[in-house]
């Protein structure tokens, strides 16, 4: 099928971009180390900025940190058309979780901008704070704060492992805005990213429609035993803090599988990825553990019922084991649909630039799932390959970058110039 546009965007020029960013806090094994609030997101942030204003976009920058560049519209009283993504990264990420939306939305305003395109509306192009939530224990800070689901004041009072708090890191990085972090009328929201599963690659389509978000729930974990020495205290008088967590891990895993585990459709999702051990002595029974636990699924319920009964499994297992838990709820993100008229939008680019395509539920967290709660939102995701994320080997073909921001195009596009 041949794609029925003239309107192209320049795909050499956005993975000459792409390749750019991402030699800030580039990694040896080729990824990126762009962690939230760092002195390399502030160096992203800027040569973000400068790449916005050589286009003529304004850009301002909200208490959170949140960065808005943007067009003019022919109507200055409509709303604005909103795209975008995060420039932040996990300590081991890659090159495109997150920048691939900010800098395809640099490329549809580049092309707007070449093209002498003049839109109705507004668009205003998005680098959310804090997407990762690596640094401060807290996803999606700066999209959550913004759509008014987490305190500001909370928000800034949260702090990394060396005790700097989100207010301190904004502050180092001069990106503490006079604008005030809030949800402002906005028409939409389009955000382009990698699928980080195999479901695309496996099917070969293209293009992932983005129908909605799965539910997550997030728990702070803490077991509290004894601390002894690993020689001289017996079997019977231990209170091993970390034996009682690896049971617990066990039983997120547990958890996840129940659903089933032997299809990638299986719905389930349990995971701990963050673990810290003390004393940490190789000769010490440990006498407490921190953990972070977290369960997502497409169903609410499931997720529902997750929160009900999961705590007071985990701490049957620290009571059997003479241990202590303490488990305290993080946050919690409901299902969250995305809005009908704008993913049908994404559906007709695709159908029209001759993509193949297939509609599908984010397994990730992303911002827009917290836009969607203020405003009509919408995502596009392209193949990585292997499905690999959050991994230093995380890779995508340009040619999957360019018809992601195509559609991307295609969609804000059509969107800023509907008739109300």
Not at 130 to 153: K, N, P, Q, T, Y
Not at 191 to 218: D, F, N, S
């Amino acid at each position: 099928m041949t794609a029925r546009t003239n309107q192209r965007i320049d795909g050499a020029r956005l993975w000459d971009t792409l390749m750019e960013i991402a030699k800030i806090g580039a990694t040896p094994k080729g990824g990126v180390k762009r962690i939230t609030l760092s002195a390399e997101d502030r160096q992203g942030r800027q040569l973000f900025q400068g790449w916005c204003e050589a286009v003529g976009l304004k850009v301002r920058v909200d208490s959170m940190g949140n960065m808005f560049a943007r067009r003019e519209g022919r109507d200055a009283t409509r709303p604005p058309v909103l795209l975008g993504s995060h420039l932040d990264s996990q300590p081991t990420g890659g090159k495109f979780d997150g920048a691939l939306g900010v800098i395809a939305g640099l490329e549809v305003m580049r092309t707007l901008h070449d093209l002498h395109i003049v839109t109705e509306a507004p668009i205003e192009l998005v680098n959310w704070t804090d997407e990762e939530g690596c640094r401060f224990g807290r996803a999606m800070m700066g999209s959550a704060v913004w759509a008014g689901l987490a305190a500001e004041e909370t928000i800034k009072a949260l702090k990394d492992e060396e005790g700097i708090t989100v207010a301190e890191a904004l502050q180092k990085i001069g990106f503490t805005g006079a604008e005030l972090c809030a949800a402002f009328p906005a028409d939409a929201l389009f955000e382009l990213h990698i699928e980080q599963g195999p479901m695309l690659e496996a099917e070969q389509k293209k293009i992932g429609i983005v129908t909605g978000a799965q539910a997550q729930i997030w728990f702070d974990a803490e077991v509290t035993g004894y601390d002894s020495h690993a020689g001289t205290t017996p079997a019977v008088v231990r209170k091993d803090a970390l034996l009682t967590a690896a049971r617990i891990v066990d039983l997120v895993d547990a958890i996840m599988r129940e659903e089933g585990d032997t299809s990638m459709t299986d719905p389930g999702r349990g995971t701990v990825g963050r673990f810290n051990v003390y004393p940490n002595s190789p000769n010490v029974i440990p006498g407490r553990v921190r953990f972070s636990v977290e369960f997502r699924n497409v169903s609410e319920q499931r997720i529902s019922d997750i929160a009900e009964t999961f705590p007071a499994r985990a701490k049957a297992l620290a009571e059997a084991n003479h241990t202590e838990l303490t488990m305290t709820p993080i946050f919690r993100v409901p299902a969250q649909p995305f809005d009908p008229e704008c993913v049908s939008l994404v559906e007709q680019a695709a159908a029209k630039l001759g993509y193949p395509a297939r509609r599908m539920v984010s397994g990730a967290g992303h911002d827009a799932v917290h836009t969607a709660m203020r405003i009509p939102t919408a995502m596009i995701f392209t193949p990585c390959k292997n499905g690999l994320s959050h991994n230093e080997a995380e890779s995508i073909e340009p040619d999957e970058a360019e018809a992601g921001t195509q559609v991307l195009f295609e969609a804000v596009l059509a969107r800023a110039n509907r008739v109300i």
